[in-house]
């Protein structure tokens, strides 16, 4: 038994101990506030942070598509950047891989295989026209990886490709919607059909000619060229002489642009209703006056006119000019492209699967992209689901004129 004096003594020791442990442990405590705050980038973010989401993009950023997909390019990079500046999507970073299928087919397919296999990325996006689109598909098919394709030729998803969802409205869905426009407002029943020989204008000419006996008119006649072609008077002097009352022509920009000065040069003045690959500013800037003010009537969609609308339209002020100032700021563009939204409303898309699926894995996010709803900066619709990997109905798209100050607006009869 103790005395009180090593009673006291033990007190003392206890105390000592206890005193010990606390300076330790504060001394702990103080060395992980700082090892912590040491793994601290200035805005609070963990230096450290969790794996970025890969995400694949495969575009025509040269070659003789190199305009269209490098606008392409724009927006995807604009919106990840934003999304990232937001905190990232489920936590994480999107880093982005963008190959260049340098407006080849078979490098498409290439740098499909790239990103899929050297870089294990989740989902890719692309390419820029149906044509490289296509030889991706049985890679997506085969390697199980989900793809937003910006590509609009019917086949793409026809018959139902399991990974494969589109972007712009197909080509052949389209065609009745210039059909119905050429026949019963502008009055047409003969018309001329003109188109290029590449995917999307196979498709496109493919769905007027499945369709025109519906609106009770007929094709007198059709005539096609390679979408490189820098001459197409030869296809507009057979159908000036067939006389048609419209020509639908399908195609995008550049050849459109070699389509109008020939046109100019043989002194047409038949209206020609254009597909929705055609409303670019290279086509403003190459065709000129000579679509101005009604007589080349252009499929396009509401960011080709959103700067004639009030500052509070709803769309103007919540998706256009936010974009718009993000464009300038980069890029150093005042131009908002369909090819520009086309990239905008993709990096979107793939921004809602992944919230919907959890997680970046391939099964999860196709899963989740037919589940996807949603309505973006080319003012389309995208409902897509197990039977439809199209999503949009054509609400979004509508003829529209190059006014005389050269602005686009829609078409008035």
Known sequence: MLDSRGAGQETRKEETVMRRTIGAFFKTSVL????????????????????????????CVTGWAGALGTLTKEA?????????????????????????????????????????RDKNVPIVIGSTLTVFCMPMIPIFEREQVPNISLGAGHEITVPLKKWVFRIPLTDYRLSPIMLDFTVNTLGARKVALL?????????????IMDTIDKYHASIVITEKFDPKDTNMIPQLMKIKAANPDAIILYTSATPAAVVAKNYQQLGMTTSVVASHGVPTPEFVKLAGKIVEEGRWIIYGMKPLYAEQLTPDDPYRKNLYDPFKKALQEKYGKTDV???????HDAMRIVVEALKIAGRDDRAALRDALEKVKYKGLLNAEWIYSSTDHDGQSGDGVEPLIIRKDGKWWPYKK
Do not use: C, W
């Open 32 to 59: 992980v506030v700082f090892v912590v705050s040491s793994l601290m980038v200035p805005n609070g973010n963990p230096l450290f942070a969790a794996e970025p989401i890969k995400v694949g993009v495969v575009l």
């Open 76 to 116: 995807i990079t604009i919106e990840a950047e934003e999304v990232n500046r937001k905190g990232g999507v489920l936590g994480r970073q999107i880093d982005l891989y963008i190959e260049d299928d340098q407006s080849n087919p078979t490098n498409a397919a290439v740098a499909a295989t790239k990103l899929i």
């Open 195 to 207: 188109h290029s020989t590449d995917t999307s204008g196979t498709m496109g000419a493919n769905g």
């Open 337 to 343: 492209t369909s090819f520009h939204a086309n990239g």
